[in-house]
């Protein structure tokens, strides 16, 4: 396989982890293995986005149409990834959490792509028409993303039947592992546009 393929393959692979999650509601699977395919998820959307500027596709004359649109596949799988944990959290630890998590995403997620992008009906693009304030947004963006997915972790970790024990352990080993990845990607939560 080429390198320049690695990064179509950690996407592919997280859209593949988010149906494995959505399999795990409908059969309500314990919330350990759920974790664990949601942490792998996580690990492959971490690294999709800096092995894709890294290793750029040839420029042969080949037309390649998911590179095109590699931007919004990324957040698509992304956003495939989160919706499946709060219905996976939904039917197998809590309604009112799962369903609050659900609609709480959607509407800010819809809220910010309405504003900050050409995004129909309204179509204001504020990225381009009022890019102070349309990078805000996206940023803002970003940081609820982080949160979500640090309140989905310790949701999941907390609702297995692991010992309190074991349940610490894992918390400081995620902990330590969330915090190297935020010092790593902290400028995609102070930048819009970066190199990594």
Known sequence: MKKYHLADVCTLLECCCAFIILGMAWYHTKPEYALCVFFVGQIFDAVDGPLARRYH????????????????????????????????VAACISRAIGTAALVGAFVIGLSIQTLAY????LRLNWLKTKPRLGNCIVLIRRWLYV???VFAVGLLLWSTAWPLAAKITVTVIFCAIGLLLFVCKLNRLTEVKTKL
């Open 57 to 88: 596709y040839p420029d042969d004359g080949k037309y390649r149409w998911w590179r095109r649109y590699a931007s919004e596949i990324d957040q698509l799988s992304d956003l495939l990834l989160g919706t499946v944990t709060c219905v996976y």
């Open 118 to 121: 050409d995004f129909p009906p």
């Open 147 to 149: 949160a979500l997915i």
